[in-house]
């Protein structure tokens, strides 16, 4: 997608064709030259080119120099070779702050010594004096400043907008908007759910918040579909659902796709600006640039937060299994030691971490091996695939642990490091030696063992004793034992039915091999029946190969562990049936735990998508920020009370609270924070409060009302009888005409009093509202005749639903409304009257608008409109907008008040729709 907007001019600036500029965009050009002559010459160059250059002239080389110097330097300098103080090329070996811009050489002489000489001295151009030449400046000037600021955009990005992460991106949108001097510049990652988020913005050369925004309607739908996307002119009128073009006053747009090394479009960088582009550089050229470098930052990015997530996944399963892991260097360095590892020596992995494993793990007078092994003259590449070897724990406790090593090398095939997993064998070691020192005891030990136990000849494959467990376990006697097959004893179910014994004889073989597997295979009982058990197996000493397979049936175990997972499935749902958001973060702030009520607020698709995430991160709404400041408050040992806040955002109120969870150790704890919407109970809150201000300012006008009554119509009739006596009386004409204007003003002001004051019990009945609006316009007829103004009745596309109303009421409460937008609507004009529904999680709303077509409300008169007595009208009682409040409050309803987009005010009513 690369377009021009309509009617644009597509010059992109070559020699020839220079384009005008405003003011604030000229090219400054400094003219160093002290012969008048050549100087008006020059000077009328420029001129040719009216709005294009800005020249200002100096004679020397001094003032040359401090021209560069100025807070605004000059773009391009064309400087004569001969100065009275100096030559040009005297300019070039400044430095002032922000660097030369391009210097152009002219000189009289033509010769190719003086061209080398200034080339070489970084001049950008040299030109020979003559009069087509100096006529020729102003391409001379345009093409040296337009190198220069392609140089400055292409080599920008490669030679600063280094480092990596937020600073990066940040350091892009900087620069590209720099480079193509735009209003606004950004760069975007494509969320997974078709969204795009910004990871740097900037405006007007500021760092702004990042946001998240749909991509249809917008031109970035076109980038993302691989196009490049440059629209010089008329860019918000092309899309006109985009709203952020509108709002930044857009005329020009470019923007370029972010894409991954497989092509697949990972986000997008773009840059807007409320002129057309300065196309001295090519602005489509530059943002690829600034693409490309992006993309491959965000790839790069994205490819460490996927390593990232791999890196805690593997040590968490690390920690996970109950074998001892230990990772060391080729040089013995133990590098990861596993939480079976410190529960089984009572070290810590960060006590351990870069010493060499002997040396704290080995006893003194065992170290000489390992030492040598790993430092000596044995390479870990031959280390043995299995061994054991007597651990030293931190109370001095010596433990016999088997191991499986397995060297790990790089691709020269030299060892890296070595990966050990064992299993702590002391106790059964002990076992076997005192079964050795004596038959009896070994007897007394197998029979009383609480696993059954079986012997095994793997030589011959038979079995050659078996304790009184086994008996029992597999319902044979010790004679029936000794001439089963150990094989067929304990199988393995395969899928066609089959009984499968090779996993059984790969266990014996492993552990004939010096090996202590453990595994879960299945054995039949006296029923034939399959039932499942653990079997550790490990090869005993003495002559022959001999192996003790110890079994444990684990079928309650097993149903234990069924009943645990369900337990669990249960527990999470009730979790997340909670109608309140729960969630549970870490030391850091860091999301660990989170309902479907939390992950539906955060508006994330499922909770994987919150864990790990900071607070702070997951939105910048009140309820995320007063979360943050109450896991703040509960770290610093405090226990917060339950806070109320209102998102200004969606104008929700939330119940907030957090407590503390307990701890193993002197690190921040984890927090458990809940958040509940009381939205609703506070909106009756503040309805019920209202009201009641409305109830007591009522009960008091109305008694005023009452008491001036009286007087008021005294004075109405005493006034009746002078007019009756003297009204044909020529000078009391324009008295008479003044008071019983100003009396009808009191008997209506009086008449809203007692209104306002009446009691306002609604007599509630069901009725088509379209109904009552036509009897309300019907009530307003003469005002609109009077007035001139027209009234539109907007009827919905389907029947408008039946609302629980009272009939009279709610008619005055129309008939208000339109006669105060009739008021504010000049002779000509249209009051329109329109129905619509609005379903929300409280209920179902019929909402009526009136609109006026005057000039709207003034933005600080919103917050005071249905306040008693304020009015901007001249002769208004400032009652009738109170009034409706106060009568739309006793429905249940609701009544706001805005300024339309199109213009004039607009006054919605809002009434629950009648249930069936």
Known sequence: MNRTGPGDDTSRGETGSIPNRDASSRVRVLLVEDDPSHAELARRAFDAHPGAFSVSVAETVEAAQRALAAPAPPDVVIA?????DGEGVDLLRGDPEGGLPPIVIMTSQGSERVAVEVIRAGAADYVVKSEAALADLAHVASRAFRQRRIEDAVGDIAARARGVGEAFFQSIVLRLARALRVKYASVAELQPDGQLRTLARC????????????????????????????????????????VMLARLGAQSYVGAMLSSSTGEAIGLVNAIHERPLDEIVRPEMVVQVFASRAGAELERRRAEAELERQRIFAESLLDMVASLVMVVDAGGRILR????????????????????????????????????????DISPGDLPVAWESVWLTRAGERRLISWVIRPIPDESGQVTFVIGTGVDITDSRRTEEALRAS?????????????????????????????????????????????????????????????????????IETASGGGTPVAEVAYCNENGDEAPCEVRLVRLPGPGIL???????????KRLEADLRNAAVEWRETFDGLPLGVLVVDGDGRVVRANRAAVEHAGRASWAELIETPLARISAGET?????????????GEQPAPLEVTDAATGRTWVLSASPLPTDDDGP???????????????????????????????????????????????????????????????????????????????????????????????????????????????????????GVEVRQHDPEEVAPLVLVDRVRMTQVLQNLIENAVHYSPPGGCVTVALGRDDDEQGEWVECSVRDSGPGFAPADLEQLFEPFFTRRRGGTGLGLSIVKRIVYDHGGDVFARNHPEGGAVVVVRLRRAAG
């Not at 004569?80 to 009275?84: A, F, G, Q, S, T």
């Not at 943050?628 to 770290?635: D, I």
């Not at 109405?716 to 003297?726: G, P």
């Open 547 to 557: 192996t003790r397979i110890s079994i444990i049936d684990i079928g309650e175990r």
């Open 337 to 376: 030691f596993n939480r079976a590892c410190e529960k089984a020596t009572d070290w810590t992995e960060d006590e351990v971490r870069g010493k060499r494993f002997w040396e704290v793990l080995r006893p003194p007078e065992l170290r000489d091996v390992p030492a040598r092994q790993f430092t000596g």
């Open 669 to 787: 704890g984890r927090v458990v924070l809940n958040f509940q919407d009381v939205s609703q109970t506070a909106q009756l809150k503040e309805q019920l409060r209202q009201s009641e201000t409305m109830a007591a300012i009522g009960s008091v006008v109305a008694g005023v009302a009452h008491e001036v009554r009286n007087p008021l119509f005294s004075i109405s009739a005493t006034l009746d009888a002078f007019e009756s006596r003297f009204g044909g009386t020529e000078s009391y004409q324009r008295y008479l005409a003044v008071l019983r204007g100003e009396i009808g003003r009191l008997t209506t002001l009086m008449k809203d009093l007692l209104e306002f004051g009446r009691p306002s019990e609604p007599d509630l009945a069901e009725c088509d509202l379209e109904e009552v609006i036509r009897t309300a316009i019907q009530a307003c007829g003469p005002l609109l005749r009077r007035k």
């Open 624 to 636: 995320w920020t007063a979360l943050g400041k109450l896991v703040a408050t509960t770290r610093s």
């Open 203 to 242: 405006i007007d050369g500021r760092l702004v918040d990042n946001i998240e925004y749909a991509v249809a309607g917008t031109p970035c739908a076109g980038v993302l579909d691989g196009s490049l996307c440059y629209i010089r002119h008329g860019v918000a009128e092309a899309f006109p659902q985009d």
């Open 439 to 507: 038959e009896a005891r070994y007897r007394t030990l197998m029979q009383n063992a609480p696993e059954a136990i079986l012997v095994v000849d793997a030589a011959r494959d038979v079995v050659v004793d078996a304790n009184t467990n086994a008996e029992r376990l597999f319902g044979l006697d010790r004679e029936g034992l000794l001439k089963a097959d150990p094989s067929a004893l304990l199988l393995e179910s395969q899928a066609d039915g089959e009984p499968e014994t090779r996993t059984v004889r790969g266990l």
């Open 80 to 84: 004569d070779w001969r100065l009275p």
